[in-house]
C-alpha cells in the first residue's frame, strides 16, 4: 500500500545517481585533460543518455590506461640488474638449502633433491652419511640397503643406482674424489648440468647458474627469458649478468620463487620487488592476503636446513622423526 506513491521518487533517485555516476566517470576519466567546470556542466539528459550506454566501470580505466611501449634490450637488462642487487638486500644470507660438508656430500645431496625438496633430503642425509661418508662406502653398499637409506626422498630405486654409479665411476675414474670440471662431473651417472652447476658454484667457488625449477619459472616471470628449456635458459641468463654473480643470482632467485614468487600463488602484494615485475598481478595483490603466503623465515617457519648458515635470521628445519 505505500508502494505506490514511492516509485516516482525512486526513478528521481534513480535518474539523480545516473547523473552523479556519470559525472563523477567523467572526471575520472578525464582528470588529466579536461577541467572539473566543464565536466559538471553536463545536461541530466545527456548523462542520463551516457549512463545507457556506457559499459561496467572497468571499462573508462582501461581506456585511461597508456599503451606499454615494448622494453629495450637496455632496459631489460638495467632492470634485471636491479633485481638482482634488491634481491641481495632481501636475501643476504643466501645459500644452498642443501646440508653438506664436503663436495661428495653436496653431489650426492644433489641428486637426492630431484622430485623432492630440499627439507626432505637434509632430513635423510644424516643416517646415509653415517654409514656412507666416502665414495668407497657408497660404491660397496648393497642396492637394497642403500634405497632403505633413501627411502624418504623418492624414486629411490633410481637414485641408488645412479649413486652407486657414481660412487664406482668416482672410486675407478677420479681416485675417490669429485671432480672440479664441468665436463668430468657431466660424465657421471645421474649427474646433469644443473647437478654439476650446483656443484662448481658451491664446493668449488666456480661461477654457474643454476636452472631449477624455481629460477627458470621466475627468469621467466621477469622477463629475462622466455625459453622453457633449462639450458636455452641458463645462455639468455649468463648473457645478461657478469659471470661472478651467477652463483649468488642462482641463490638469491631461489629463495624468493620458494618464499614468495610460488608457482600457484605468487604473493605479489607483499614482493618487495613488484614494482620492478612485468609479471605483477599474476598472484594475490592484497596486502594482507599476500603477507599469509610468505613461507620459511618471511613467514615465521622454520628453514629447509637443519644446520642452516649462521647469518641465517630463520628457525633450522627440524629431523626427519620430530617433523
Ligand atoms: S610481483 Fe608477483 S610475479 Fe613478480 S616477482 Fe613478485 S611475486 Fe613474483
Known sequence: MTETPAKPAAKKTAKKTATKTTTATKTTTAAKKAPAKKTAAATPAAAKKTAAKKAPAKAPAKKA??????????AMVRRARRINRELAELYPYAHPELDFG???ELLVATVLSAQTTDLR??????????????????AAIPPEQLEELIR?????????????????ALRDRFGGEVPGRLEDLVTLPGVGRKTANVVLGNAFGVPGITVDTHFGRLARRFGWTTAQDAEKVEADVAEIFPKSEWTMLSHRVVFHGRR??????????ACPI?????????????????KKLLKYELGGQPGQRLKPP???????ALPLAAS
Open 65 to 74: 590506461a597508456p599503451a606499454r611501449k615494448p622494453e629495450s634490450r637496455v
Open 310 to 316: 649462521s647469518d641465517y635470521p630463520g628457525q633450522p
Open 152 to 168: 624418504p626422498t623418492g624414486f629411490f630405486r633410481a637414485k641408488a643406482k645412479s649413486l652407486i654409479g657414481l660412487s664406482t
Open 274 to 290: 613488484a614494482p620492478l615485475c612485468p609479471s605483477y598481478g599474476e598472484g594475490e595483490t592484497d596486502p594482507e592476503k599476500a
Open 260 to 269: 614468495v614468487c610460488h608457482s600457484r600463488k605468487p604473493a605479489c602484494g
Open 121 to 138: 633430503v637434509n632430513q635423510t642425509t644424516p643416517r646415509l652419511f653415517a654409514v656412507c661418508p666416502t665414495p668407497e662406502d657408497m
Open 102 to 104: 664436503n663436495p661428495f
